[in-house]
């Protein structure tokens, strides 16, 4: 109990002092809510493990059958492809950003991509990452946007060459039936014909749209008037996509599938160009369905070629999925993100 001693007042009470007693009323401390956000990706985790259970045991169930060196090989390559894409995000940048955080977020960041629609997940992560580092946000945005079309250049280019360099790789018709050629071309037209109308109409989309232009532009001018960033930004680029084709070829090997090497790797570019557009989280289930096509479109039987997609998506996304997840809440609490 504590008092309180009243001024002076002109009711009679002058020339003493009154003490009221006042009880202390505890007060009761909130849960901070970085620390329920830590929590977010271990639930997510959790929901799209329930959703995904038969995929996970099937998976899973082929793995017992492979030979272990090869699956062994397909998780060190794994690992490399999250050191490709920490390279590539410094290339994006002119600042140098401090590199264990960097490569703790990429590996964060690919949990949170297969938990958001895609893309979603890893340009939240590492635009939170580049503004707690410093970067003014229209600069990581550039950034972003500039790692984004290095990436799909890249991929592109690769797959493009390939199939100049293979022409028997894929029967193109098996990949995509004709009668899917229009209704792909009617909805480009129509997504193509909506932003320009929407740009022309709306005076602030077009005056931001304009702006962010301009400074990816001058960040892109920037960060190729330095050699290193250079030879990061366009070597992690080429890098990640052939390393994520090397985990499928070494999966493919690990199971058998009678598939020369080379068109695996063109199966493999194939499927992830045709669904990037598909907005599903991660890529899960529509990428599934797009490798097995792709594998069979290259000569594999259509079981063996489903077991090398199940067993290649056990590795790259679900056995990463919960410590990545554990990583993306470590460095929301300890603020690096």
């Given amino acids: 109990m504590t008092a309180v001693r009243l001024p002076q007042g ?13 009880r202390r009323i505890p007060v009761r401390r909130r849960l901070p809510l970085r620390q329920i956000l830590c929590l977010v990706p271990l639930a997510l985790v959790l929901v799209v493990a329930v959703r995904h259970h038969d995929v996970l045991l099937e998976g899973f169930g082929h793995l017992g059958n492979a030979q ?15 050191v490709a894409a920490a390279v590539t995000r410094q290339g994006a940048l002119v600042e140098r950003l401090p590199v264990r955080r960097l490569l703790a977020t990429q590996f964060a960041a690919g949990a ?3 938990l958001l629609p895609t893309g979603l997940g890893a340009t939240a992560v590492n635009l939170r990452f580049m503004t707690v580092c410093g970067v003014p946000l229209a600069r990581s945005s550039a950034a972003l946007a500039l790692y984004l079309l290095a990436e799909s250049v890249a991929r592109v280019g690769l797959l493009l060459a390939l199939l100049v360099a293979f022409p028997g790789a894929l029967r193109l018709g098996a990949l995509l039936p004709d009668t899917a050629a229009g209704p792909l071309m009617l909805a480009a037209g129509v997504v193509l014909g909506v932003a320009v109308v929407v740009l022309a109409a709306v005076r602030r989309v077009r005056t931001a749209a304009l702006s ?36 499928l070829t070494t999966v493919g090997l690990a ?5 020369p090497v080379t068109h695996m790797v063109v199966a493999y570019l194939a499927a992830t160009v045709a669904v990037a557009l598909i907005p599903t989280p991660g890529g899960i289930g529509s990428v599934e369905a797009a490798l097995v096509i792709a594998l069979v479109a290259a000569g594999g039987p259509a079981a063996v070629a489903t077991a090398v997609v199940l067993a290649f998506r056990i590795i790259t996304v679900w056995l990463p999925l919960l410590p990545g997840a554990l990583t993306l809440g470590a460095l929301v609490r300890l603020k690096v993100i």
Avoid: K, M, Y
């Fill in 112 to 114: 949170a991509n297969h």
């Fill in 10 to 22: 002109r009711s009679g009470l002058s020339g003493r002092a009154s003490r009221i007693p006042i």
């Fill in 68 to 82: 272990w060196p090869w699956l062994v090989a397909a998780g060190g390559v794994t690992c490399l492809t999250w």
């Fill in 212 to 247: 962010f232009l301009r400074t990816a532009l001058t960040e892109a001018r920037s960060v190729h008037t330095r050699p290193a960033r250079v030879l990061a930004l366009w070597g992690g680029s080429f890098s990640f996509p052939l390393l994520q084709a090397a985990v």
């Fill in 255 to 259: 199971l058998g599938l009678d598939v």
